[in-house]
């Protein structure tokens, strides 16, 4: 089966899948631009449309097609090409593979751009690029940093927090900035985004657009700018000390079993009756094995038994378990599509238990 990944570059552990090209630390921009097949730049074209057939064909100036030879009165109709000037093409400037048709009012983001955004992280924080690649031939681009910033939950179960920016240019993602951390004993991945929460963590604005707290998403009819996101986004201690916190505090929460059983109604039912059947047993059935010593990490003392250990049921299934036609396009869900959501919508119940 053919991956979603075009290309990628990463350091450290070998990825999900496998694949990718492996780099030594500390590269610069340049040389992650070339690894992970991010040197390219998305180029525009207006779209045409044809008109007429090829050859041309009879008609009478009443607009009837004609059959016979052409008289005074025939006109001959060629094949012409007219534009479309409220949409225009997006395509890969190397292999001129079409990407997809947008409007006028899309604001392109480049690939190398995506890698910019963390030149001064890198270069003059702690922050290290540790994947990047290029998603459905060009359609979708990420890159994934981390912060340098880790935290220990009951002592040794160890999370560590990155910034990932993403986007795509087929109309299924804003240019998107995230906190995110990855618990290390599971490799799960959890958007830090801690949003209304007993009145803490509010949605702030970007741009006109509602963004949770660790979280900045750019429309594309907006011109995307880094600095104004990094600014937005608060890369800074505060939102990462407020999730340690909040995590912490998930970890001595102890569940009982009818806690457990509709957390994981509510998290893969959202809106329907529970009295009308589950729809997704084997997810919950899952989960709840996870959870009760299966996962990785699940005996640990951060984990079990407690609403942290619950959570991270539900973020090591949809980042290891979830049925998807493969692993990585298990990873594009687990990231930015529904997976992503059900990781959100856990975060949110967990922290209400609280």
Not at 7 to 16: I, R
Not at 259 to 282: A, K, T, Y
Request: proline share 2%; glycine share 8%; with cysteine.
């Amino acid at each position: 089966m053919a991956h979603l990944i075009d290309s990628m570059a990463y350091v450290g552990d070998t990825p999900w899948h496998g694949l990718g090209n492996v780099l030594e630390r500390k590269q610069p921009i340049e040389v992650w631009a070339q690894q992970a097949g991010m040197d390219w730049t998305i180029m525009q074209s207006p779209v045409h449309f044809k008109i007429g057939e090829s050859g041309g064909r009879l008609t009478d100036q009443a607009g009837q097609q004609g059959i016979v030879q052409r008289k005074d009165s025939w006109l001959v109709e060629l094949e012409s090409t007219l534009p479309f000037n409220e949409h225009k093409v997006l395509f890969r400037s190397d292999t001129k593979q079409p990407l997809s048709v947008v409007s006028q009012r899309y604001h392109v983001v480049q690939p190398r751009e995506i890698l910019e955004f963390y030149r001064d992280l890198t270069e003059k924080s702690d922050f290290e690029l540790e994947t990047a690649g290029v998603l459905k031939g060009g359609k979708k681009l990420w890159a994934l940093a981390r912060t340098g910033q880790s935290a220990s939950i009951k002592g040794n179960d160890v999370t560590n927090g990155y910034v990932l920016l993403a986007t795509a240019c087929d109309g299924t993602l804003a240019t998107t900035a995230q906190f995110t951390s990855i618990r290390v004993v599971c490799n799960n991945t959890l958007a830090i985004a801690l949003n209304e929460v007993k009145g803490k963590g509010s949605a702030t604005q970007f741009n006109g657009t509602a963004a949770n707290p660790g979280i900045v998403k750019v429309p594309h009819n907006t011109k995307f700018d880094a600095a104004l996101v990094k600014q937005q986004l608060g890369i800074s201690v505060s939102s990462w000390d407020e999730y340690i916190y909040r995590l912490n505090l998930l970890s001595d929460r102890k569940v009982k079993s009818v806690e457990v059983d509709r957390f994981l109604w509510s998290v893969f039912n959202e809106g329907s009756n529970q009295g009308s059947g589950s729809f997704n047993e084997r997810a919950m059935s899952k989960c709840k094995t996870l959870f009760e010593g299966h996962g990785r990490g699940a005996s640990l003392a951060s984990a079990r038994g407690t609403a942290f250990g619950l959570l991270n049921s539900i973020t090591e299934f949809v980042d290891h378990e979830r049925r998807a036609r493969s692993t990585d396009h298990r990873l594009d869900s687990a990231w930015f599509g529904t997976g992503a959501s059900i990781k959100q919508r856990a975060l949110d119940l967990s922290l209400s238990m609280l």
